[in-house]
């Protein structure tokens, strides 16, 4: 079972959470009059093989949104942070001696 | 005919004061304390344990543990009957009932062993040939027969009267089998002071050790260090428990049988326990299976692993035979004739190889022992039971010679179990000296001690357990700890590898797969026809699909393949081994939940209420919601328009709180709505509410509901019952990972409140009489204000909307005073005849309003398509905007909101019918479809929601609603949406 | 007169069941009258809040998510970097005094007494009878007592605060009270248990 970090709660179950899509796309300004841009952003998605930056919501926990580095090919979180924290940055960790299978550290 | 096994006067790790009652196939039998049921029909003489999958062979025990493939039995009764059981895992309890399976009439004359002459048709790739060959229509025929043939067990369609749980548990250190390794590992692990969980699937400890004669230095061992780890607090010891899989996140699922308690439902016992334990380190030290060797007729009753005839002789005092000729190409097995022979039962060693370690030699001589050398079995002789074996030399063309047996012991050498390893990611690597598949690289935190790493030296377990328990509780933070464990000086000192000794020829008769009767023929026509590659073999002839996953046979299989293709085993890999490690019932994976505690039941705090009046209830999402109310009628055709009458007339009360309600707090809180909502909130004074749509990004309509402005920064926001968990999640989404400038909180305040809505023409005056003292008039209190008042002490919130288009008001109360405030209201107001109206007329009264809701926020229409289009603000952006600019969103032949009535009194109109225009022809998906309907009181005739090609500027038309699922059709007219006071005087009132 | 009810009210009139071995080795029951606010601070205002509520109420805040700290009946809790819930007994309800205290600007203060219903459980095997649907470590290195968590049991969320080595007080939702004290009186059956409604009242 995957088992996620939160930076609040410690880590738990990935039943606590809630998925929330791909965290590597930037969601146009707000009022951003680009039908392109709100486009590509709502519809067009990458299928990555390897580490991968997603939302997750510690829905039944803090609430908190959370940016998660997860390898999609092996389960392996590389990294977790709070979503407020991490929006604007791109920095991408890979899979190396640090990522670990671990339960409950 | 004297049975070949027997129950021996002494010895063993049995109870012999404590008798057990057992039956098999109805037939009474006995045996003892400590035996396994497989132990205990052998101990009756029961050789013969049921029949195969195909071809209805008879069929013996051929081992003692988990990787049994052939006695398999339907234990139980009734709703109790579980099918497909190992007799050799199964614990012997007082009054078990047991039948052999896949036999008519019955094991010892089997009807279906005609299946037998079928054989040459059920080779490999029989149920692909049938299925897609030029046979297709034979299959047809020959169906109702083959189902009834094929199969293991059956499954009963009765309820299981028995109680199954889940756990969580967590450790530092989890290690799996409680073999020599792995209690060396634990006990490490414990005196270093780590949260250890040991798992052992047997109800006995020590593994390997079991097979060992009592009164043995390794015995004591075993004894003493079963006391040891007993004695540490840190340490927790699950018996009969199996690792089923390995998962993500060191995450171990585990289940815990207790059948031997005889657990009583009744008293919430259960039978079995799902343990899902989240692990810091893992210690596998799952052990090793022997293997079979491969001649013809190697299945017959009597051929047993040399492994499996040591168990039952020192562990369960039974003796498999009374002739015995042991068969190897290893040393492990030695031990199995030393051990037969000491009990003055004669034995033949036929070993392959022709080179014998000279310490074995001498052995063999001094007990007796015929050693021939370079000698193989060739065939089986014996049907229902084993009679000889037909004996040559390892080399083709040697002379043959018989020997007389009733007991056949084999071994093939040792496989590994890296099931386990293997879901945990741990790749398996092939290792040529013991012609077997060992982990390869393990992750960090897992560790793999005792036979399943290759080894299978007793010492070496010991050692390396010891090692592996302290390194893991070092990784998780305890020790450091100076502690060593010395090996017993046991007679396992001969444990051997053994390689694989490839079969002769292409026998239709020599087993690699006893389960699914597999043979080396099958093996052989698969690769002719091209299924070469494992995960093709695999498919195509079911090797390894049984519920043992082909324990016994990988191997075995796999050599045959790498001979016929000329390569190594290595070359040719594995099948990936997937969870469960062995069966495990669907009682035991649901757990508790099931019937009322299946999926999460939310409740209003007025349910009891509810209950308490004559409430009939419906289930919305998770919510159960007063759906209508005995008062108004019989059944809800009747109630709910006795209930929609009340309220067009008089007044009525409804539950409403259901609804989402979400706090929203900051400096910034009207920015958000502004964001969020399609129209604008800039310009709502305090006390205002206002009724506000929003988008999903892709530009579909996503929820409606209410806001109020309870002060500068505060609003109060109500959402869709439907709908309230997901907008408080967008909401918090677009704060924290987009608008993170933005100073606004927002929070559920759903459980806070409840609410009720009192609607109808008398609803001032209902509340003037609840609420005396306080001024309700129009002026103080408009169509869409807000009121917050104390009564009774108590805070309330009073907001002047409508959804039935009624005069109607919302009323919240923190939710422990809700039952108090709704019976104040309802017996204050009786004198204006005030009665509780339930969801179906609320759903109703507000189709005739033209209120859309969830039917027809389905996440597919547009704002325009709902008829909203004019509340979206131009003069500021919103979620979903941009998308809605989109041309083909703006297109006038959309399917949008019309009303519907009836023109065909009689025949009634239905939810989901789809529409026609006059003329067209009545097939596919029409012009549309209708979401909503309902009887109306104002209209007296059947109305409803729908969307309409083109939707308004079809108004007046005549249209079809069909309704295929009854083959019907109805005329009705398009007609405009709010069926009642389009002025809106009722509501402002 | 308006009276406040419980959301057990209906299975109050349940009786205490013998598990195996006719003993009864644990207590439920719900506790009743306290009340709770949740206060929470921009990110920018947080050490501004936190002075605040400190100086509001005459404590040192929990540095740690997760712990609690008890200053007389009241009880504090760090549930988030910038976010408290504060739970106290009886009259003593501070939901507008902190109101009053903390600006718009600071922060915000919402009342949630009646979101929550608070069910606790007592005994040698509370611990046990929780691990059947709480996927949190409740050992007592780890979750001692007046540690908490917001966690979720049985599908639905609960905050479960460990009151003392052998109690237990799950607060859930007030509308799915009645489904977890389903789940948890029937998780508890095989020990037997005694329902206990002093705390009640
Ligand atoms: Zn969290």
Redesign the pocket.
């Known amino acids: 079972m995957l088992r996620l970090s ?4 410690g880590t ?1 179950d990935y039943t606590e959470f809630h998925y929330g899509g791909d965290a590597r796309k930037r969601r146009p300004e707000h009022a951003a009059a680009d039908l392109k841009a709100w486009h590509d952003y709502v519809f067009l998605f990458d299928n990555v093989k390897g580490v991968h930056r997603e939302f997750w919501q ?1 829905l039944l ?4 949104w959370l940016v998660v580095e997860r390898d999609t090919a092996s389960n392996v979180v590389v990294s977790t942070v709070l979503a407020r924290s991490a929006v604007g940055t791109t920095a991408s960790v890979s899979p190396g001696a640090g990522a670990s299978r671990e339960g409950n550290t | 005919m004297r049975s070949p096994c027997y129950r021996l006067e002494s010895g063993g790790r049995i109870n012999r004061a404590q008798a057990l009652e057992f039956s098999l196939d109805g037939r009474m039998m006995r045996g003892l304390e400590g035996d396994s049921l497989a132990s205990a029909l052998l101990a009756n003489g029961m050789l013969l344990v049921g029949r195969s999958f195909k071809y209805h062979r008879p069929r013996g025990f051929l081992s003692a543990g988990a990787e049994e493939p052939n006695g398999l039995f339907t234990l139980g009764e009734e709703g109790r009957t579980e099918p497909n059981v190992q007799g050799t895992t199964t614990e012997l309890f007082d009054g078990l009932r047991a039948q052999r399976q896949n036999c008519w009439p019955s094991a010892e004359l089997d009807v279906m062993a005609v299946n037998s002459w079928l054989a040459p048709l059920l080779g490999a790739g029989f149920y692909y040939k049938t299925f897609i060959g030029p046979t297709r229509r034979s299959w047809m025929f020959y169906e109702k027969f083959i189902r009834r043939a094929a199969g293991l067990g059956r499954a009963v369609h009765r309820r299981d009267p028995d109680r199954y749980e889940t756990r969580h548990a967590f450790a530092d250190v989890l290690v799996i089998g409680a073999g020599p390794a792995g209690m060396a590992a634990a006990l490490a692990a414990g005196r270093a002071g780590a949260r250890v969980v040991l798992v052992e699937q047997d109800w006995l400890l020590g593994g390997s050790l079991l097979w060992e004669p009592l009164e043995t230095p390794t015995a004591a061992w075993l004894r003493d260090i079963a006391v040891e780890l007993e004695s540490l607090a840190n340490l927790e010891i699950l018996r009969r428990t199996t690792a089923l899989g390995v998962y993500d996140g060191n995450t171990v699922a585990l289940v815990e049988r207790r059948d031997h308690l005889r657990p009583n439902a009744e008293l919430g016992e259960s039978r079995q326990i799902v343990v899902t334990v989240r692990a810091r380190t893992i210690v596998y030290a799952t052990g090793a299976v022997e293997r079979p060797l491969i001649f013809a007729n190697n299945d017959r009753p009597g051929v047993m692993l040399a492994s499996a005839v040591r168990c039952y002789l020192n562990r369960f005092a039974v003796a498999g035979g009374r002739r015995a000729l042991v068969a190897t190409n290893n040393d492990s097995a030695y031990a199995t004739a030393f051990d037969l022979a000491q009990l003055g039962i004669p034995v033949t060693i036929a070993d392959q190889r022709g080179q014998i370690e000279p310490s074995l030699r001498q052995q063999t001589q001094a007990l007796g022992i015929e050693l021939l050398a370079g000698t193989a079995v060739i065939d089986v002789l014996g049907g229902r039971r084993v009679k000889g074996a037909l004996l040559g030399g390892a080399s083709e063309g040697t002379r043959r010679t018989r020997r007389a047996c009733d007991l056949l012991c084999m071994s093939g050498g040792w496989s590994p179990l890296v099931h386990l390893t293997s879901h945990g990611g741990i790749k398996p690597r092939y290792c040529p000296e013991i012609a077997a598949f060992v982990p390869g690289e393990y992750a960090e935190g897992h560790y793999g001690v005792g036979a399943l790493s290759g080894s299978f030296s007793l010492a070496d377990a010991v050692t390396r357990g010891v090692e592996a328990g302290r390194n893991a509780a070092a990784r998780a933070g305890c020790g450091p700890l100076a502690f060593t464990l010395s090996a017993p000086a046991a007679q396992s000192a001969i444990h051997g590898g053994g390689a694989f000794s490839s079969p002769r020829g292409r026998s239709s008769k020599a087993f690699v797969d006893f389960q699914n009767d597999v043979t080396v023929k099958d093996i052989h026509v698969a690769h002719q026809e091209g299924y070469q590659s494992v995960e093709h073999l695999k498919r195509y002839t079911t090797l390894g699909m049984g519920t043992d996953q082909g324990k016994t046979s990988n191997i075995n299989a796999l050599a045959i393949e790498a001979h016929l293709r000329g390569i190594e085993i290595s070359a040719v890999g594995t099948t990936t081994f997937r969870p469960p490690y062995s069966p495990v019932s669907f009682g035991a994976l649901a757990g508790r939940n099931v019937r009322k505690h299946f999926r999460p039941t939310r409740r209003s705090p007025l349910h009891d209420w509810h209950v308490a009046h004559g409430a009939a209830f419906t289930e919305a999402g998770a919510w159960l919601r007063a759906w209508w109310y005995r008062w108004a009628g019989p059944t809800v055709e009747q109630a709910y328009i006795e209930e929609m009458r009340l309220v067009r007339g008089a007044v009525g009360l409804s539950d409403a709180s259901t609804l989402g309600k979400i706090d929203i707090q900051g400096p910034d809180a009207t920015e958000l709505l502004n964001r969020i909502y399609v129209n604008s909130f800039d310009n709502l004074p305090v006390g205002k509410t206002r009724y506000g749509v929003m988008l999903a990004d892709d530009r579909t309509v996503f929820d409606d509901g209410s806001t109020t402005r309870l002060a500068e920064t505060r609003y109060f926001m109500t959402t869709t019952t439907a709908h309230a968990a997901e907008v408080l999640s967008w909401m918090e989404f677009l704060l924290q990972t987009a608008w993170t400038d933005l100073k606004v909180h927002v929070t559920s305040v759903t459980d806070v409140w409840a609410a009720m809505a009192i609607a109808g023409p008398k609803a001032r005056s209902a509340l003037e009489l609840a609420l005396p003292g306080h001024d309700l008039s129009d002026a103080r209190l408009p169509y869409m204000g807000c009121l917050e008042l104390s009564f009774a002490g108590v805070s309330l919130r009073l907001i002047r909307l409508s959804f039935s288009g009624e005069l109607a008001y919302e009323i919240y109360v923190p939710a422990d005073y809700a039952v108090a405030l709704w019976d104040h209201v309802l017996a204050s107001a009786a004198p204006l005849g005030i009665k509780p109206i339930g969801l179906e007329a609320v759903a109703s009264l507000r189709i005739e309003k033209g209120h859309v809701a969830g039917l027809e926020l389905d996440h597919r229409n547009t704002l325009r398509d709902l008829g909203l289009g004019r509340m979206a603000s131009r003069s500021k952006a919103y979620v979903g905007r941009e998308l809605s600019q989109r041309p083909t969103l703006q297109a006038e032949e959309r399917w949008s909101l019309v009303g519907i009535e009836r023109l065909e009194p009689g025949k009634p109109l239905r939810g989901g019918a789809i529409l026609f225009g006059i003329g067209d022809k009545i097939e596919g998906h029409g012009r549309g479809y209708i979401t909503s309907v309902t009887w109306s009181t104002v209209r007296e005739n059947f109305i409803a929601l729908g969307l309409y090609q083109g939707g308004l500027r079809h108004i007046g038309e005549e249209i079809i609603c069909a309704y295929p699922l009854r083959d019907e059709q109805l005329r009705a007219r398009i007609v405009s949406p709010v069926f009642i006071d389009p002025k809106g005087e009722r509501l402002r009132a | 007169m308006l009276e406040r009810s419980s959301v057990l009210a209906r299975v109050r009139s349940e009786g205490s069941r013998d598990g195996t071995g006719g003993l009864r080795r644990l207590r439920i029951g719900e506790t009743r009258d306290w009340n709770l606010v949740q206060v929470a601070a921009f990110s920018a205002t947080a050490a501004e809040l936190e002075d605040t509520v400190c100086a509001a109420l005459g404590v040192e805040l929990p540095a740690r998510v997760g712990d609690a700290a008890a200053v007389g009946t009241r009880l504090l809790c760090r549930t988030g970097a910038e976010q408290f819930w504060i739970f106290t007994r009886g009259s003593d309800d501070i939901a507008a005094a902190l109101q009053s205290a903390v600006a718009p600007a600071m922060g915000s203060v919402t009342a949630l007494s009646h979101s929550r219903t608070c069910i606790w459980i007592d005994g040698a095997h509370s611990r046990e009878v929780l691990a059947r649907g709480l996927s949190i470590d409740l050992d007592s290195d780890a979750f001692g007592p007046h540690s908490f968590a ?1 966690t979720g049991l049985h599908h639905t969320p609960v905050m479960i605060l460990r009151s003392s080595a052998t109690r237990f007080e799950l607060y859930v939702l007030r509308t799915f009270a009645v489904w977890t004290w389903e789940w948890l009186t029937d998780a508890a059956l095989p020990y037997g248990y005694e329902l206990d409604w002093t705390e009640s009242a």
């Open positions: 939160c930076p609040i709660c738990r510690h926990g803090c609430r908190q | 917001l």
